[in-house]
């Protein structure tokens, strides 16, 4: 027994003095609370050039951690293990963090450049007067194509996605709203529709659409794409701008029905330690030379007006990026459906994957 305490004692110590050390070590590096920014955002989403510069500039260590999805950040946020200082959620996930209480109000008072911020995309019904969110870039959904291989189509609307040609040259984005959406687009309903017969018609539609259907995948969308594995693709703006970077025979449209205007946004989570860092970032990010910096490395669309001055004329002048207002008008921001409606989404989404096995 006297040997057992013995060896407690000694794992005990040993523990002890390793926390201590590690503690020790941090602050003496400069990594304590105070001056430590952890960010959590989604992975290859911000020019790490422009972390190094914020570092230089404020003397604060930036930890950089990321997530693939909407859900598994707020479950991890929502689990309040580890600290998070800044995160990018989209605009439905925000609406359901605030009803969570898992963010915290900003002060807009420290984000004096968030007058560059265009009017177009401020307070808009999922934040509104961005009491908890800043917007860090925005974008469409719609359909990436190789004129060689699709003849006559032009996708200027959804329909031609069912059209015979097309067997086995699709490729679609593993979402459930981003599918479903394009099913209720397709019939002129909203993507955000909750009524029963209009679901179950729009699935009913998708379902005709499975010979066409190629596969249903995730990031690798962009690499088959650009491979020209497939002849055409339902995509996020910003991958569609990637994607054309690496093949410039592809093109890439919203269809007339409309889809969705999507948005990132920055906030503060409810686990941040350190909430002056995180003001300080969000601000640092929103000064127009960074936000357009950070435009050409992301590929996204800003919606920092006075950085799109700055950005080149052949980017800033792409209306499949950055649409006029006749087209944004027809575009939908996703609403929150809350936990249920979502689930059903999810449910017939995954009868059309199964479907399509």
Same mark, same amino acid.
């Given at each position: 027994?006297?040997?057992?305490?013995?060896?407690?004692?000694?794992?005990?110590?040993?523990?002890?003095? $390793?926390?201590?050390?590690?503690?020790?070590?941090?602050?003496?590096?400069?990594?304590?609370?105070?001056?430590?920014?952890?960010?959590?955002?989604?992975?290859?989403?911000?020019?790490?050039?422009?972390?190094?510069? *914020?570092?230089?500039?404020?003397?604060?260590?930036? /930890?950089?951690?990321?997530?693939?999805?909407? #859900?598994?950040?707020?479950?991890?946020?929502?689990?309040?293990?580890?600290?998070?200082?800044?995160?990018?959620?989209?605009?439905?996930?925000?609406?359901?963090?605030? #009803?969570?209480?898992? $963010?915290?109000?900003?002060?807009?008072?420290?984000?004096?450049?968030?007058?560059?911020?265009?009017?177009?995309?401020?307070?808009?019904? *999922?934040?509104?007067?961005?009491?908890?969110? /800043?917007?860090?870039?925005?974008?469409?959904?719609?359909?990436?194509?190789?004129?060689?291989?699709?003849?006559?189509?032009?996708?200027?609307?959804?329909?031609? $996605?069912?059209? =015979?040609?097309?067997?086995?040259?699709?490729?679609?984005?593993?979402?459930?709203?981003?599918?479903?959406?394009?099913?209720?687009?397709?019939?002129?309903?909203?993507?955000?529709?909750?009524?029963?017969?209009?679901?179950?018609?729009?699935?009913?539609?998708?379902?005709?659409?499975?010979?066409?259907?190629?596969? /249903?995948?995730?990031?690798?969308?962009?690499?088959?794409?650009?491979?020209?594995?497939?002849?055409?693709?339902?995509?996020?703006?910003?991958?569609?701008?990637?994607?054309?970077?690496?093949?410039?025979?592809?093109?890439?449209?919203?269809?007339?029905?409309?889809?969705?205007?999507?948005?990132?946004?920055?906030?503060?989570? =409810?686990?941040?330690?350190?909430?002056?860092?995180?003001?300080?970032?969000?601000?640092?990010?929103?000064?127009?030379?960074?936000?357009?910096?950070?435009?050409?490395?992301?590929?996204?669309?800003?919606?920092?007006?006075?950085?799109?001055?700055?950005?080149?004329?052949?980017?800033?002048?792409?209306?499949?990026?950055?649409?006029?207002?006749?087209?944004?008008?027809? $575009?939908?921001?996703?609403?929150?459906?809350?936990?249920?409606?979502?689930?059903?989404?999810?449910?017939?989404?995954?009868?059309?994957?199964?479907?399509?096995?």
């Amino acid at each position: 027994m006297t040997q057992l305490v013995r060896m407690f004692v000694i794992v005990f110590v040993v523990s002890f003095g $390793l926390i201590y050390l590690t503690s020790y070590l941090n602050d003496s590096e400069g990594y304590s609370g105070s001056n430590t920014l952890t960010i959590y955002n989604w992975g290859d989403y911000v020019d790490p050039e422009l972390l190094d510069r *914020f570092e230089d500039e404020t003397g604060i260590k930036v /930890i950089y951690q990321t997530f693939d999805s909407n #859900e598994a950040m707020m479950t991890k946020i929502g689990q309040g293990g580890t600290t998070f200082d800044v995160s990018i959620p989209s605009e439905y996930a925000i609406s359901k963090m605030k #009803e969570d209480g898992l $963010l915290l109000k900003l002060d807009h008072s420290k984000l004096p450049n968030l007058k560059y911020i265009d009017s177009r995309f401020m307070n808009l019904s *999922f934040d509104p007067d961005n009491a908890y969110s /800043i917007p860090y870039f925005w974008g469409t959904v719609g359909i990436v194509f190789n004129p060689e291989l699709v003849g006559d189509l032009t996708f200027s609307s959804w329909n031609d $996605l069912w059209d =015979k040609s097309l067997r086995n040259q699709i490729l679609l984005l593993d979402g459930a709203r981003e599918v479903m959406g394009m099913g209720l687009n397709s019939l002129g309903y909203s993507l955000n529709d909750t009524e029963e017969a209009h679901l179950q018609e729009a699935k009913a539609k998708l379902l005709q659409m499975t010979p066409n259907v190629k596969a /249903i995948v995730g990031d690798e969308i962009k690499m088959l794409l650009a491979n020209e594995e497939a002849a055409v693709g339902l995509v996020w703006s910003g991958d569609a701008s990637e994607i054309m970077d690496e093949n410039d025979k592809l093109d890439y449209i919203v269809p007339e029905e409309g889809s969705n205007l999507w948005f990132d946004n920055m906030v503060i989570p =409810k686990t941040a330690k350190n909430i002056e860092g995180a003001h300080q970032f969000i601000n640092f990010m929103l000064d127009p030379e960074v936000a357009a910096q950070n435009a050409e490395y992301v590929g996204y669309s800003t919606p920092n007006e006075a950085a799109l001055a700055l950005l080149p004329e052949e980017i800033a002048t792409d209306e499949r990026f950055y649409p006029d207002e006749e087209l944004t008008e027809r $575009l939908e921001v996703y609403d929150n459906l809350g936990k249920r409606m979502l689930a059903h989404y999810n449910e017939l989404f995954l009868e059309f994957k199964m479907h399509k096995k």
